[in-house]
């Protein structure tokens, strides 16, 4: 029993497990909500290594369960001395559970005090300012730069100098307004909420797309350029998604007679009329207007993705809808026989555009990830692998030439091992999110990926979920092993099962069974 902690418990699985590999095997018991997990971590002969992955799931359980006694307004005693001996530190224990403790965030020399809306994690702080983009010969650096090569060569100014201007080292810190009002995204949009961004606090996050920064560049006067930067979102944990990657956008602006210079009659074409707005063009756009920017825009995307990809790619252009452009698409492209969402794009919205100062201008966007495209173009298959340090991975990408086809070889030579875990969670204010968060804070990059798999409800009404999660030893073993699991609970055990506590407090999760 925990210490100030009434009705919890915590204890390992009923198979008793031994070994080092599966002393993370616990169960939390609050006869609340209750969650059980599965990790998967590399079966590494080192025992340092298996003691560190099961240290960090006894600390998650341990958080858990610190998180359940503050929602309780239960904080006392030795065991909450402990857990809250760093009241400032950006750590899932400090995400606006009622009660938590207040202080203030150390980010890129700037001190931004805590509040309801906080809920950065430690892993995701130790992320910002890396600035993969900007390494020299890694893969992202890499894409980046074939990017800028190809706009710097294939679209110049009268001068001779380069049309588009490039910004590769803004702030990742930004305000709401900077990443939703000056996008025009509605106060109702699932963006704003805790549970899909990162806060400082309730006026400043980390950005979640580089377009945090389109309506600052235009308002500066500027008419073509393109914007790189890591981007954060709370996401799911697996393969290809990661809470921090890296964005490149890219923003073009016409007056009328550079839209419609060389077109046959253009100069009785105009930008701008009042209108309405239909799936083809908004409302103070011209018909003709909206088809050439829309041409230029497929044209110049067209002419990117085959100077990365070479000759003979497949395309196709499918309608999707984004708060900051209409009409919008997103480029999917053929590749090894399926179909690859690349990027979004479309017409910028006019209200934005003339709230810049550029009234008289219309324009267009794009936004893709580089993570996506270096996956793709050199064969990564785990998103983690970006964040590795091992030379065994970075200079297989140090070449003489940046065109160069470079393709990953798979340095693990070890296997994966599975385990599970399972503990209670609160009723309220919880996300999944949540979770991965604190998964990532704590263990790191070994975890590959957490899947719900089954759930078990209390019988006095309370709702549980059930996790598995694949994990490997990040910079020591790069090799993905693609576990899909079994169907149904491992060991034979059923959904819905329950055990009676023989202590006498009630059912209970299924006994967990380690792989």
């Known amino acids: 029993m925990l210490e100030g902690s009434p009705g919890l418990e915590l204890s390992h699985c009923r198979r008793n497990c031994q070994t080092v590999f599966y002393s993370s095997c616990t169960i939390l018991h609050s006869h609340q909500l209750c969650t059980r997990f599965r990790f998967l971590h590399i079966g590494e002969p080192v025992k340092g290594v298996a003691a560190m992955v099961g240290w960090a799931l006894r600390r998650a359980a341990q958080v858990r369960a610190h998180l359940a006694r503050r929602a309780s307004g239960v904080c006392r005693g030795p065991e909450h001395q402990a857990l809250g001996a760093r009241p400032t530190a950006p750590e899932p224990a400090a995400r606006g559970a009622p009660g938590a403790p207040r202080g203030a965030v150390e980010l890129l020399g700037r001190s931004y005090p805590q509040d309801d809306y906080s809920n950065l994690s430690r892993k995701v702080l130790s992320r910002v300012g890396r600035n993969l983009h900007n390494r020299p010969h890694h893969p992202l650096w890499l894409v980046k730069e074939r990017v800028k090569q190809h706009f710097y060569s294939r679209y110049v100014g009268r001068s001779g100098t380069p049309l588009f201007s490039v910004y590769d080292d803004l702030s990742p810190v930004v305000t709401t307004w900077q990443n939703f009002d000056s996008l025009r995204v509605p106060a109702d949009h699932p963006s704003r909420k805790k549970g899909d961004s990162y806060y400082l606090n309730a006026t400043h996050m980390l950005r979640a797309h580089t377009s945090a920064h389109q309506w600052d560049l235009l308002r500066a006067g500027l008419d073509a350029f393109l914007v ?193 875990i399972s503990f209670w969670l609160p009723r309220e204010n919880y996300t999944e999110n949540d979770f991965y968060d604190l998964v990532r804070t704590i263990g790191g990059d070994l975890v590959e990926k957490v899947d719900l798999i089954d759930k078990f409800e209390h019988p006095k009404s309370l709702l549980p979920t059930f996790i598995e999660s694949f994990l490997c030893a990040g910079d020591r073993a790069l090799k993905i092993s693609r576990h899909r699991g079994t169907r149904g609970l491992p060991g034979g055990v059923q959904s819905g099962r329950t055990d009676r506590d023989p202590r006498g407090r009630g059912a209970r999760p299924p006994a967990l069974h380690a792989l």
């Open 228 to 420: 790189v930067g890591d981007v954060y979102r709370r996401d799911q944990i697996d393969a290809q998604h990661y809470p921090v990657f890296h964005q490149l956008e890219a923003v073009r602006l016409f007056s009328r007679h550079q839209l419609f210079a060389g077109v046959k009659g253009g100069e009785n074409l105009q930008l701008f009329e009042q209108s309405s707005r239909s799936a083809h063009k908004q409302e103070t756009h011209t018909l003709e207007a909206t088809k050439l920017v829309e041409f230029d825009l497929k044209q110049t995307l067209t002419r990117l993705m085959t100077h990365l990809f070479g000759d003979g790619l497949d395309i196709r252009w499918v309608d999707c809808y984004f708060p900051f452009t209409h009409p919008s698409f997103e480029m999917e492209i053929s590749f090894h026989g399926e179909w690859l969402e690349i990027l979004g794009c479309g017409v910028m919205e006019q209200q934005l555009v003339n709230s810049a100062g550029a009234e008289d201008q219309i324009g267009w966007a794009f936004g893709l990830g580089l993570e996506r495209l270096a996956m793709v173009l050199y064969d990564i298959p785990d998103i983690r692998l970006f964040w590795s340090e091992d030379e065994r991975f970075l200079k297989q990408f140090c070449v003489q030439d940046i065109n160069q086809k470079v393709k990953f070889q798979p340095l693990s030579k070890y296997p994966a091992v599975i385990n599970d």
